[in-house]
């Protein structure tokens, strides 16, 4: 189960302080260690991001791993136990920012492909790699726009596993096989300001959208299916008023979030909301954004490989599951490509002191090369 390369290779990506949307020179490290290999490298910058696209063999099927270089800032430096881009090892687990989310995971992939090449260096199939340095951003430059230029070459693939950490207690402990659809909406709900001591005279949006409120976050939006849970819908900004104590405000914005499933479409969200909000009389306007689709992988080639990958290296048979938010797996379902994801816990992602056991780190070598053996040998 030792794998001291793969350790090794994660440490060298965490002390790349690789902040989103920046590098720092972890996609030329992999860059190096896959043409060893014998992929075939390219490098697709877009704006300020940096993405490349690598890949061994011609003829299909095609295998994608995918993943990302940045990670998220680090928080109160003084809350860490050691700095955050100094990766240490201590009682066991490997410490420093992007650990977890998602460096392991990209050192994984790279050593099980260097291990499965020398193994079967004449292969069947493809295996490629998609990687970028704008998932923990906006998510506009990085993997959407790669697919965009793979989607005009007409390249395919047909599986892929992203490397986020999936597991939630042990190492393959759960593989996402679809994630749920994210639409936002930026709502401003119109009032008249005017003297808190005459409210006949204005219009408080805050009162009218009280009930409104309400009836938006107990609405039963549908009851999921045997693959997705139900949809779900969240305010996470808003914000009424002058500043004045005095004054009945003149309008209010708020943010919502509405994770959706597959019995539901941005259509028939939006006239839902449009009712509740008709329905208490509310004068508003909404501008919606959609972050990803719904996608689901159903049983075959890919999530049976995955599945007998995990349980030759932990015997265990793992859980699959839809939930959780989104990731740039939504991006790649688009060409039609079987998705799951699978790697190490989540439980520190995006926390101060961020850390991966080193165990699961070997574990998650094993499984890859267990899935390629599955795949191709």
Same mark, same amino acid.
């Given at each position: 189960?030792?794998?001291?390369?793969?350790?090794?290779?994660?440490?060298?990506?965490?002390?790349?302080?690789?902040?989103?949307?920046?590098?720092?020179?972890?996609?030329?490290?992999?860059?190096?260690?896959?043409?060893?290999?014998?992929?075939?490298?390219?490098?697709?910058?877009?704006?300020?991001?940096?993405?490349?696209?690598? !890949? $061994? =063999? &011609?003829?299909?099927?095609? /295998?994608?791993?995918? +993943?990302?270089t940045?990670?998220?800032?680090?928080?109160? @430096?003084?809350?860490?136990?050691?700095?955050?881009?100094?990766?240490?090892?201590r009682?066991?687990?490997?410490?420093?920012?992007?650990a977890?989310?998602m460096?392991?995971?990209?050192?994984?992939?790279?050593?099980?492909?260097?291990?499965?090449?020398?193994?079967?260096?004449?292969?069947?199939?493809?295996?490629?790699?998609?990687?970028?340095?704008?998932?923990?951003?906006?998510?506009?430059?990085?993997?959407?726009?790669?697919?965009?230029?793979?989607?005009?070459?007409?390249?395919?693939?047909?599986?892929?596993?992203?490397?986020?950490?999936?597991?939630?207690?042990?190492?393959?402990?759960?593989?996402?096989?679809? !994630? $749920? =659809? &994210?639409?936002?909406g930026? /709502?401003?709900?119109? +009032?008249?300001?005017?003297?808190?001591?005459?409210?006949? @005279?204005?219009?408080?949006?805050?009162?009218?959208?009280?009930?409104?409120?309400?009836?938006?976050?107990?609405?039963?939006?549908?009851?999921?299916?045997?693959?997705?849970?139900?949809?779900s819908?969240?305010?996470?900004?808003?914000t009424?008023?002058?500043?004045?104590?005095?004054?009945?405000?003149?309008?209010?914005?708020?943010?919502f979030?509405?994770?959706y499933?597959?019995?539901?479409?941005?259509?028939?969200?939006?006239?839902?909301?449009?009712?509740?909000?008709?329905?208490?009389?509310?004068?508003?306007?909404?501008?919606?954004?959609?972050?990803?689709?719904?996608?689901?992988?159903?049983?075959?080639?890919?999530?049976?490989?995955?599945?007998?990958?995990?349980?030759?290296?932990? +015997?265990?048979?793992?859980?699959?599951?839809?939930?959780?938010?989104t990731?740039?797996?939504?991006?790649?379902?688009?060409?039609?490509?079987?998705?799951?994801?699978?790697?190490?816990?989540?439980?520190?992602?995006?926390?101060?002191?961020?850390?991966?056991?080193?165990?699961?780190?070997?574990?998650?070598?094993?499984?890859?090369?267990?899935?390629?053996?599955?795949?191709?040998?």
């Amino acid at each position: 189960m030792q794998t001291p390369d793969t350790l090794a290779l994660t440490q060298e990506l965490i002390a790349r302080a690789s902040v989103t949307p920046t590098d720092n020179g972890c996609q030329d490290l992999m860059i190096r260690r896959l043409e060893a290999a014998g992929f075939t490298t390219e490098k697709m910058n877009y704006g300020n991001v940096e993405n490349f696209w690598a !890949r $061994r =063999g &011609s003829e299909g099927p095609v /295998l994608c791993f995918a +993943g990302h270089t940045d990670v998220v800032p680090t928080g109160p @430096l003084e809350e860490w136990k050691s700095d955050p881009f100094k990766p240490v090892v201590r009682d066991g687990v490997l410490y420093g920012r992007g650990a977890a989310d998602m460096k392991s995971g990209l050192a994984a992939m790279v050593t099980a492909c260097e291990e499965f090449v020398r193994l079967h260096p004449d292969h069947k199939g493809s295996i490629t790699f998609l990687i970028t340095s704008d998932e923990e951003g906006p998510s506009v430059d990085g993997t959407k726009r790669v697919v965009e230029t793979l989607r005009a070459r007409g390249e395919q693939i047909d599986w892929c596993i992203v490397g986020e950490p999936s597991s939630e207690s042990e190492p393959g402990d759960t593989i996402k096989i679809g !994630r $749920r =659809g &994210s639409f936002s909406g930026r /709502l401003t709900v119109h +009032g008249i300001q005017g003297h808190i001591a005459y409210p006949h @005279l204005a219009l408080n949006p805050v009162h009218s959208f009280a009930p409104a409120l309400a009836e938006l976050s107990t609405h039963r939006w549908d009851e999921g299916n045997a693959h997705f849970e139900p949809t779900s819908f969240q305010i996470s900004n808003i914000t009424a008023g002058t500043g004045a104590p005095n004054v009945i405000p003149g309008e209010l914005k708020a943010r919502f979030n509405l994770r959706y499933n597959t019995e539901q479409t941005q259509d028939s969200l939006k006239r839902q909301v449009e009712a509740i909000l008709d329905k208490h009389g509310v004068r508003h306007t909404i501008e919606w954004y959609v972050s990803g689709e719904p996608f689901y992988t159903p049983p075959g080639a890919l999530s049976d490989a995955v599945t007998q990958g995990v349980k030759a290296v932990t +015997g265990r048979e793992p859980i699959l599951s839809t939930g959780g938010g989104t990731s740039d797996g939504r991006f790649i379902a688009t060409l039609g490509t079987k998705v799951v994801e699978l790697g190490v816990t989540n439980a520190t992602i995006h926390k101060v002191n961020e850390g991966v056991p080193v165990a699961e780190i070997a574990a998650l070598h094993r499984m890859y090369v267990e899935v390629l053996k599955r795949l191709f040998a």
